[in-house]
Structures are given as structure tokens and as C-alpha cells.
């Protein structure tokens, strides 16, 4: 079955733009998480959508939204893009919410604010 | 508070076995995971063990959990230079949200 799709792959910005990134979980699971990767911070959790509604949000500014679609495709926006915003955007997936199996990772959505 | 440590680097020779350490904070996390993130790739599940568990084997891999001193480690039996990438441990916090550490870079020396 086709795993986590994110698209773009990748994306070039500019200061003071918008961007929206999608992400496609695995058929059949229902919740999806987003998170950014940067060299120095790492892994940081976004936020978590399970049917429709966001479950659990990490320490972000107000810039960073999401949402969930009724067929569990998830987007992610950053409203004003900083420079700072530039890293690694990935999603994951999983059957529900906080699913003890672990997620399964999309190959990210690589975004450079220029 | 959550946190996730682990040293940033590990250089083996090919041949040998890797062992990967991690520390986490969270008690009363239940599941905890090793991710595998090759470059410009998204992060792979390697294995995850349950925390009433000290240890689990899946062919290479060997994980090993001491819960009373919140350590966890990975042993990856016989490196290879496919084994090449950034390990992720994990936990799944009392917040419903996986927290990860740094990741460890591992690098295979011939």
C-alpha cells in the first residue's frame, strides 16, 4: 500500500510569503502529525489532527496553522515566512491518535526562505 | 519536563557491532522507539519496545531498556555501511505527541 505522500518535495520562498504543504497518510489511518526538522533544534512536533480536529499543538507561533480534510489529508500552513522557518517539514501518520506502534514517516517538504 | 538526550556521533568500523545510548526523562512514557532517517529521506521505525519490557531482538537489531534509570539503547550487530544514517530515539509522552531526541549520526568506517 502506498505510504506517507508530502508535496512538494521541495519549496523556495520568500520572506513575508505564505506556503501551504500537504501531506497524504497511509489508507486507513486517520490521524496525522506534523513536524519541523532543523539542525539546531531537531524534531520539534507541530501539531496532531485526528478526524477533522486538532488533537494536540506544539509551542509554535500563531503563524503555523493546519487542518484536516474528512479523507484525513492534512495541510500545514506558515502565514509570513521568516528565514528562521527554513527546514525539513515532515508528516507522519498512524492508525489513531498516539498509536503506540509508532508513525510512519513521509519523506518531508523541504522549504528554504530566502 | 520532557527531553530526549543522545550523543550526536558514533563512528564504527564495518563488521562490528554499534551501540547507540539515548536517555529520556518522561516515566510514564509506555511505548519507546528507534527511528532511522537516511539522507534527504523522511524518519523509518526501526523497532519500538514496550516499557514492561528489558529487551527486544529483531535480527541486527537489539534493543535494551533499563527502565529504573530511564536508559534505552541500540545495538546493531555485524555494521554495515548501509547502516549509514541519523538514529532517532523516541518516546511517546504522557502528552500524546512523540518527543524524539537529537539524533545519533552514525558512521561506518571500511
Known amino acids: 500500500k502506498a505510504g506517507v505522500t508530502q508535496t512538494p518535495r521541495y519549496l523556495i520562498k520568500t520572506r513575508g510569503q505564505q506556503v501551504t504543504l500537504s501531506c497524504s497518510p497511509i489508507s486507513g489511518h486517520r490521524s496525522v502529525s506534523w513536524y519541523q526538522q532543523t539542525p539546531g533544534q531537531g524534531l520539534q512536533f507541530l501539531f496532531e489532527?485526528?478526524?477533522?480536529?486538532?488533537?494536540n499543538k506544539g509551542n509554535f507561533p500563531g503563524r503555523f496553522s493546519g487542518r484536516q480534510f474528512s479523507n484525513s489529508r492534512s495541510e500545514m500552513n506558515v502565514s509570513t515566512l521568516e528565514l528562521g522557518d527554513s527546514a525539513l517539514y515532515l508528516c507522519a501518520s498512524s492508525l489513531v491518535p498516539g498509536n503506540d506502534y509508532g508513525y510512519t514517516f513521509g519523506s518531508g517538504t523541504r522549504l528554504t526562505v530566502v | 519536563g520532557e527531553d530526549v538526550e543522545q550523543s550526536l556521533f558514533l563512528s564504527v568500523r564495518e563488521g562490528d557491532s554499534s551501540v547507540i545510548n539515548c536517555t529520556y526523562t518522561d516515566s510514564s512514557s509506555t511505548y519507546l522507539y528507534w527511528y532511522k532517517q537516511e539522507p534527504g529521506a523522511g524518519l523509518q521505525l526501526l523497532t519500538y519496545i514496550f516499557s514492561n519490557m528489558d529487551m527486544k531482538q529483531d535480527q541486527r537489531l537489539t534493543v535494551l531498556l533499563n527502565k529504573k534509570d530511564k536508559h534505552l539503547s541500540l545495538r546493531i550487530a555485524d555494521t554495515q555501511t548501509g547502516d549509514s544514517a541519523i538514529y532517532f530515539c523516541a518516546e511517546n509522552s504522557s502528552a500524546s505527541k512523540i518527543i524524539f531526541g537529537s539524533g545519533t549520526r552514525l558512521s561506518i568506517r571500511p
Open positions: 489532527y485526528f478526524s477533522e480536529t486538532q488533537r
